[in-house]
């Protein structure tokens, strides 16, 4: 029996990055839509595991073995990565421990991220209507949803998202991913894809645990001088997670990008706003989890460089000035310092001198009685 596969967003982390993964339960067969274009990991606890697909889009129907497929990698405790998955790499997939036992199996369908269908509930955008197949006449596409993720701020105002996904369903059927029931099928309906809806939020900040992740700094970015923009990438985000871009502190929306407010950025709706592309220089900062992990600093421009130069010189003139007048005004003191000295010692001399003794005076009084 098949059981709906759930996403874990646990932090796998092996060597190049930290990756969103799929579990199924052990011996159990699982099915799961999911999106092209954006990294996944498959779970299958079990070392030396050795994994087997078929493609029901190919020629062969014959199971392969994934071994040198360039964008699939086994983890030494059996896992297996699937960077930039393509949607041609919709199939079942397989996981058999060392003696060939068959561990898991996943029946999965990359659907395609470039047909990806946007809307912002806030703006009262709605989402793809239900419609039928037309093969039989009897089934019916309709978006399957995920539940919403987190808020992507905490203490203020942000934004939530959720994936939908292309499911066909006949009567007294489970329902399947559109790619797999359609299998070698050559059928396209424009209502044949995935989708993303957008909400606002505002949510109370807690203690979860964090990424535990440093935050990173990437200095002197600039932008292209024949598209005049740059594209910039967030360290952990996914589409399977709450991303939040930041430009000189303010915050990056979907609902202002989808109004069209927002022109000098644009979100990466293939990639959940994991990428963004500037047309400005600014301070950019990205979330994952409401968690800081990047900062992207512009590399300055000549006019700034300039300007910099001159507030330096003129911070320098000053600060000379500023030492030159105190070793101005130290000098005069000591030189008031000796002339009053000196007075005062001419001032002594004359004291001495000009003043009568004590004797004398006392003569004095006594002749005059």
Known sequence: MLTTLGLLLSLAVPVL???????????????QALLSGNDILLDCNSSGAHWYYFLPHGRDHRSSSLLGVSN???????????RNP?????????????????????EIDFQDVTTLHVTHKGLGQNPLQNE?????????????????????????????????????????EEPTPCWLY?????????????????EDCHAQCSDDEPLRVDYVTFDNFQLNEESESVWLSCP?????????????????TWKGQLSGWDVNTFLDPSTGGKQLRVFQPAIYKCFVQQELVAQFNPRPSLETLEVQMEENEAQQQEAGATAQWKADSVLVGLKLVLLVGTVLALAGVLLKFCRPSQGKRRERVLLVK
């Not at 990055?17 to 099915?31: E, L, M, T």
């Not at 359609?182 to 957008?198: D, F, K, N, T, Y």
């Not at 985000?237 to 990056?252: F, H, K, N, Q, T």
């Open 17 to 31: 990055g930290v990756y969103v993964s799929a579990s199924c339960p052990r011996g159990k067969q699982c099915r």
């Open 72 to 82: 699939i990698e086994i983890m030494p405790e059996g896992s297996l990565i699937i």
């Open 86 to 106: 393509l949607p041609s790499q919709t199939g079942i997939y397989y996981c058999l421990n060392k003696n060939g036992t068959q561990v898991v199996r996943y």
């Open 132 to 172: 039928t197949l037309r093969l039989g006449g009897k089934e019916l596409i309709f978006t399957r949803w995920e539940p919403w993720q987190d808020c992507n701020r905490c203490g203020e105002p942000g934004e939530r998202k959720r994936l939908g996904y292309c499911y066909v369903e006949e009567p007294l």
């Open 182 to 198: 359609l299998g070698e099928v050559a059928v396209w309906i424009s209502r044949m894809r995935p989708e993303l809806q957008v």
């Open 236 to 252: 952990l985000g996914s589409i399977y997670r709450p991303v939040i871009w930041e430009a000189d502190d303010m915050p990056l």
